[in-house]
């Protein structure tokens, strides 16, 4: 080994201009190499792609296969530079992922399949939908629904009507995804025989429910001094209103839908399950933001690390604002690279001891005089940063105390 040692160094001795010249060229690749390595919070290591969902109702998986997905794939054939399709037929349900070499960015992958979506030849009333680019900057959190004494179902109605509802209107989120659950719906099964005894198609008892099921407007009857607006209440609210629905009248009988079929309350067919540790079964939701806040400190090493989240939020096209805690009267990196690029600061949290003391206690600082006009100039900042989508919003900074 000591031999091998004293051979390098006496070749490196002897040929001093060639080891300085491949030191040179190691230096140079190295400084190139460093330069151009991409750098990300987030890395993403998978390959370009894009998802088309095609949505048929009430179409079996082999159904869908031959007159979706099929087609699909056969029009995204063209596409430049792809490396392969992959496609999933479910009930009701096309996925294609056509995805693409490292090399193709987003942008140019989403054209193609645009321009060339409009060649499939798919059924009337079929519309292929693209899913949008989403990253992992927007996602606020993630929750779940649990309960002891109330089926998934139950539980999806409620994150349907009242969760999602209630989290839509709280100022800066800017969609709910659900997972899970199911969809709760009435169920009609028809009794052929019923319908033979009684000389009924399932076209009529169909046409009967669907032109039952409906408000109409009428006209104002106008007596005296007032004035009466008559119309006619037809929603379905319940299944005894279903089952009562007439179908139709032979000989002054009136035959019901509970004459016919058997009417209860099921779910729409499901498209998957999600899960969560021992759990198999649950309704999960994802909050979505439209609005980030960087809080960084005005250090060399802030400004690199919010140089590499401003890549990352312009990647995924997500406003942003800068908070600087910490701030110093001193240089102030974060405020300079700032000013430089012409970057929003929401507000500067100043370095104080009595700050550190009150986080220390456990205490919200934002219930102090001094804190919490900086919090809410945050709030203002952010609400004119967003402009609109906030000003309409009905929690609005000035409507409301904020902290």
């Known amino acids: 080994m000591h031999k091998f040692i004293d051979n390098i160094v006496a070749f490196s001795l002897k040929n001093k201009f060639f080891i300085f010249f491949c030191t040179v060229i190691a230096v140079i690749a190295g400084a190139v190499s460093f330069k151009h390595t991409p750098i990300d919070a987030f890395p993403d290591v998978t390959n370009t792609k894009v998802t088309i969902i095609t949505q048929w109702a009430g179409r ?5 296969e031959k007159f979706i997905t099929i087609p699909i794939e056969i029009a995204m054939n063209p596409v430049q530079k792809k490396t392969d399709i992959r496609s999933t037929t479910l009930f009701g349900l096309s996925v294609i992922n056509v995805m693409f070499e490292d090399r193709v960015d987003d942008f140019t992958a989403r054209q193609q399949v645009y321009n060339l979506l409009n060649d499939a030849d798919l059924p009337e009333g079929v519309t292929p939908e693209v899913q949008p680019l989403y990253g992992p900057t927007g996602e606020i959190y993630r929750y779940t629904l649990r309960s002891d004494r109330r089926s998934v179902r139950d539980l999806k109605t409620i994150q349907d009507w009242v969760i999602e509802r209630n989290l839509r209107s709280v100022s800066g989120v800017a969609d709910i995804v659900s997972f899970g659950g199911e969809v709760k719906t009435f169920e009609v099964s028809v009794n052929p025989h019923q319908l033979i005894n009684y000389g009924i198609t399932s076209l009529e008892l169909y046409d009967a429910i669907a032109k039952s099921n409906i408000n109409v407007g009428g006209d104002v009857i106008t007596k005296s001094s007032q004035a009466y607006v008559v119309r006619g209440i037809g929603l379905i609210n319940d299944l005894d209103e279903l089952r009562n ?55 060399v090493f802030g400004v690199n690390d919010m140089r590499i989240c401003i890549d990352l939020l312009n990647t995924y096209n997500k406003p942003f604002g800068i908070v600087i805690n910490k701030s110093l009267d001193t240089r102030n990196y974060i405020k300079t690279f700032c000013r430089e690029h012409n970057i929003k600061v929401l507000a500067e949290i100043p370095l104080s001891p009595e ?21 809410k100039k945050i709030l203002k900042n952010a609400q004119a940063l967003l402009g609109p989508r906030l000003e309409s919003h009905p929690d609005s900074v000035q409507d409301r105390e904020v902290f």
Do not use: W
Not at 60 to 64: G, I, K, R, T
Not at 266 to 289: F, H, K, T, W, Y
Not at 355 to 374: F, M, P, T, V
């Open 355 to 375: 700050l550190a003391r009150i986080n220390a206690s456990g205490q919200l600082a934002a219930k102090d005089a001094e804190y919490s006009r900086i919090f």
């Open 60 to 64: 079996s998986a082999e159904e869908v």
């Open 245 to 299: 629905i007439v179908v139709k009248n032979i000989n002054g009988t009136p035959i019901l839908v509970k004459n016919l079929a058997d009417v209860h309350e099921s779910c729409l067919p499901r498209l998957g399950q999600v899960g969560r540790m021992d759990e198999n079964d649950v309704v999960q939701g994802i909050v979505e933001a439209d609005l980030c806040i960087l809080v960084a400190e005005p250090t």
